[in-house]
Every structure is written in structure tokens, then in C-alpha cells.
């Protein structure tokens, strides 16, 4: 069973001393998966790169506006060097200041790129249950996988009966399930009116309601031999994890 966690990237030795920290302390976590933010000096596969010195499996996620299209695939020299074979591909947003270049590449384009050109990647996308109807969103998975993706990221669930339900859409896709705590009403104020997030009639902003949400979807993860990630956003992540890995064996 494959547990990733989500770290962002401020710099090298914050990144080196978290790694070094959840190495060490929960095991149970296998992969690393890196977002890329312009507002960071660090950019995802250079944070990858490091990261494997401490996981053999790390996950870069790649903004496809931030190259051409036309042009060769100027990372994949270094993600072969540093042995990085997974790569999750994302459109991206405009960066806010415009000082970086960008271009007109979407998602699935880079995708099929990628497949076309340097087949040996395993490639992921993501998926949000939120942004839109599910027949649409539906719609838009089947494109990607026609187009090479492989597996998916889905963002964060609350809620089992979605999982599920997404699940019988997803069946011949590798899904790593993502799991977000959210443990104030400030925190679930904003994934409501940001993501469009409907929380479950029993949710709690609570620590220990999200860890026992957590258990629930590692045992159903584990059922349905999938994959977890955890985006642990603000919150303790000794107590956190202490609550879901000591009384969960994986």
C-alpha cells in the first residue's frame, strides 16, 4: 500500500529537516509528492531530487503552462538522472507578479507529449470532485486518460459515500485518495467558498474527528487496493499522525 505526503517546497533545509523528521518518525509513509509553486525558489523536481535521498519514490507535480509544447521536454534529463519516473502534470496558474514566461499548453497536451516522447514516465493528473458536476468532471478524467494519464490525484475527500462513488467511476485508473485535516471553522469556511467543498452532515473541525476520518479511508483505501496522500495543512503533524498510524497497522 503506497501512503504519500504531500510537502511544500520553502527551501532545501526546511525540506531536508521535515523529510528527516517523517522518515524517522512514521514509516508507514512510502512517497513523497511535491507541489510546484512559483512563489518558491525551489521547483518541484529539484525538491524531488532531493527528496530522494531519503524516499525512493517522489513525485514532482508539473505545471504544463510552463512549457512549450513545441519544444522538447526540457526536465526530463533531470528527472532521469535523479531517477524520478512518476510525475503528476497539472495545467497551473498564471503567476500573479507575470514575470515568468508561460505558454497556451494545457494538462492534456503536455500528457500526451510526455507519452508520445518519453514513454518510460508514469504519469498522474489530478481530480476535483468539487469544481464542477460529476458527469463533468467524468468527462474530463476520460480525456486524460485518452490522452496517457495513468493514475490520479484527487484532492482532498471528506466524505466516504464519495470516495465510493468515484471509486466505480475510476476502476482502471491508480488513484491516490487525498486526505486533508481541516480542524478550524476559519480552515472549513475556506474550502467551502474556495473549493466548493459540501462537508458531510456529521464533520466536525475537529482533530479528532479528521483522524478518525483518516483510519476510515486508509482501511478503505487498503480494501480497494488504492493509494492515500495526506495534505496536512496547518495542523500538528505529530499529533495527527500519531492518532492515525499508532492504532492503524498498513
Partial sequence: MRISLELVPRDSEGLKAELQFIKTEFPAINTINIPDLTRF???SWEASG???SYYRDCIPHIRA???DAGEPFSLVEYLD???????????????KNGSKQVYPTTCLDLVAKLKREHPHLKIYSAIDPYRSSIRAEYEYVQRKLDAGVEGFFTQPFFDLRLMELYS?????????WGVSPVVSETSKRYWETRNQ??????????LEWNIEFAKRAMAYTKQTNSSL?????????????????NKVLV
Fill in 41 to 43: 525558489e525551489l521547483r
Fill in 50 to 52: 532531493l527528496s530522494r
Fill in 65 to 67: 503552462m510552463d512549457f
Fill in 81 to 95: 538522472q535523479h531517477q524520478i519516473a512518476e510525475v503528476l502534470i497539472v495545467t497551473g496558474d498564471e503567476p
Fill in 168 to 176: 466505480e467511476m475510476l476502476s482502471c485508473a491508480d488513484i491516490f
Fill in 197 to 206: 467543498v459540501v462537508f458531510p452532515k456529521d464533520f466536525q473541525p475537529t
Fill in 229 to 245: 496522500y495526506f495534505m496536512p495543512i496547518k495542523v500538528d503533524l505529530q499529533a495527527y499522525f500519531n492518532g492515525i498510524f
